[in-house]
């Protein structure tokens, strides 16, 4: 599987932006999704996750009510939409992906994406 993230740039505090993430190869609809974000100087986190089977999602605390994960398997793609966005959530957002069960440690994902940056002004 290989994974394209776009759709990052820079925006205002408050701003919305949508990230994709397109996957290539076979059975993406059997693949859990997830993005995580890295900040300057800090350690690669958790952002939201989207599952296999029936499309649950969960996000991190920091991120829940503003961001939505969706998926279309027809496209094989992933789309971030982030709302409300703080200068907190400024980082390089990576896209990964995991056969089957869903995780929320980098370490659980097999496959990722180069990254889209995303900077948020005050």
């Known amino acids: 599987v290989q994974l394209q993230a776009s759709g990052g740039g820079l925006v205002q505090a408050g701003g919305s932006l949508r990230l994709s993430c397109a996957a290539s190869?076979?059975?993406?609809?059997?693949?859990?999704m997830g993005w995580f974000r890295q900040a300057p100087g800090k350690e690669r986190e958790f952002v939201a996750a989207?599952?296999?089977?029936?499309?649950?999602?969960s996000y991190a605390d920091s991120v829940k009510d503003r961001f939505t994960l969706s998926r279309d398997n027809a496209k094989n793609t992933v789309y971030l939409q982030m709302n409300s966005l703080k200068p907190e959530d400024t980082a390089v957002y990576y896209c990964?992906?995991?056969?089957?069960?869903?995780?929320?440690?980098?370490?659980?994902?097999?496959?990722w994406g180069q990254g889209t940056q995303v900077t948020v002004s005050s």
């Open positions: 990964a992906a995991r056969y089957l069960t869903t995780g929320w440690r980098p370490d659980n994902y097999d496959y």
């Open positions: 190869g076979r059975a993406f609809s059997r693949y859990s």
């Open positions: 989207i599952s296999w089977s029936d499309d649950g999602t």
